[in-house]
């Protein structure tokens, strides 16, 4: 099994770098990595009891890569790795069985192409302005140092989201077990967004625009907890997103909105919730969850993100149930130099059940080191600085 799943892996990505057409010249967008820590991540509820976990992630890694080949096609990498361990107390202590830190080793793998659809497919449906080869460059602009082009075009995409973790339990007796999922993604969707925008500070995350598309999901493999089911999900869905430059309102700054709507369709799946929810649930249900974010640059230094979202899960099942969720979170990044962020994070989580449910607050600081790869041998203030 686990040759087979490599095999796919290896395969893919190998499509994935050879779609990209060898007689037109590739440009590098994005090429850069991010190696930190979060030195704590505490929460805690407040109930009579209060429950708290507290955990440490250390190290925690990032990998983005992104190269475009003007309007035939786009590909997209991101990766995530890092290796968490965390202790769950009740009242202060921990529960019989339980006194030592669970262990969490986890991996994502996200490698995904865009094949952009010519205009002319669409002008036999739809009157159109003529186009040309220099339209996907046309709303290009220059932000700090990095050229942000502006895609406006449908596209077909193609993806193999991979996600992987070993998991060792807090309780002593429990032995410790691999979860694993890889799935087949398929989107059409039209983009007219730019994105990588700097105002002041390196966060240089800022966007705007719009990203809609619709999309399936076949589970190719699952691992839930050491076992293997024998039915695998497939979903079909749709997701929205628009990015606003809210400069005229709070200089330097961006909110955006999205919705998402899902389907789960096979009817013997197994959907594993967090244990707050619900340990286990098998057969279709509906997942549809929205959201905002807002981000600003306050100077060269200092950066503040918030984001609040919501989710319902509405399962299918003989009383109709839901498991709802709602999170808001608010994050202060502040960079002593351009490739460090030292940051400070606040939020809460809240299950929506019917009773009376506590609210979960957390808190967290941590710490990252960006290198752009792009930049390595150039002078800070060159063409191609990131920040």
């Given amino acids: 099994m686990k040759k087979n799943i490599v095999f796919i892996l290896v395969l893919s990505l190998a499509l994935c770098l050879t779609a990209q057409r060898r007689e037109v010249e590739t440009e590098i967008l994005v090429n850069r990595g991010e190696a930190g820590a979060v030195l704590p991540y505490y929460s805690f509820d407040n109930a009579d009891e209060p429950e708290s976990v ?3 992630t250390i190290p925690h890694v990032n990998y983005q890569l992104e190269t475009v080949q003007e309007e035939v096609n786009k590909f997209l990498l991101d990766a995530e790795a890092g290796f968490e361990m965390f202790k769950r107390t009740v009242d202060g202590n921990a529960p019989e069985g339980e006194d030592r830190f669970a262990f969490n080793f986890f991996a994502d793998l996200n490698p995904r192409i865009r094949f952009y659809i010519p205009n002319e497919v669409f002008e036999r449906f739809i009157k159109t302005e003529e186009s040309t080869v220099d339209d996907y460059w046309s709303g290009s602009t220059y932000v700090g140092d990095v050229r942000a082009p502006q895609e406006n075009k449908w596209y077909f995409g193609l993806g193999l ?16 077990y691999d979860n694993m999922t890889v799935d087949i993604s398929v989107e059409l969707g039209y983009i007219d967004r730019q ?11 800022f966007e705007r625009g719009l990203h809609a598309y619709g999309l399936l999901e076949y589970r ?3 691992t839930i907890e050491g076992e293997s089911p024998d039915k695998l999900p497939v979903v079909f869905g749709l997701h929205a997103g628009y990015s606003y430059d809210a400069d005229q309102h709070i200089p330097n700054s961006m909110i955006s909105g999205f919705m998402a709507i899902k389907y789960q369709m096979q009817d013997q799946a197994v959907k594993v919730f967090p244990y707050e929810y619900t340990r286990g649930f098998q057969g279709t249900y509906i997942d549809f969850s929205v959201g905002a974010n807002f981000a600003m640059d306050i100077n060269e230094q200092f950066n503040l993100t918030a984001m609040v979202a919501g989710t319902s899960w509405m399962l299918d099942d003989y009383n109709n149930n839901s498991i709802n969720w ?3 979170d608010t994050r202060m990044n502040y960079y002593p130099v351009p490739e460090v962020n030292v940051f400070f994070g606040l939020g809460n989580q809240t299950h929506l059940k019917e009773e009376s ?5 957390r808190f967290y600081l941590g710490g990252v080191y ?7 041998g150039q002078p800070r203030g060159t063409t191609g600085s990131w920040y």
């Fill in 370 to 376: 960006t290198i752009d790869f792009m930049t390595i």
């Fill in 54 to 56: 507290l955990s440490f």
């Fill in 326 to 328: 709602f999170k808001f």
């Fill in 161 to 176: 989201p991979v996600s992987y973790s070993s998991i060792t339990p807090q309780h002593e007796d429990q032995d410790a």
């Fill in 357 to 361: 449910k506590p609210t979960d607050i």
């Fill in 195 to 205: 994105s990588n925008l700097r105002r002041l500070s390196p966060w240089a995350k």
């Fill in 220 to 222: 190719v493999s699952e």
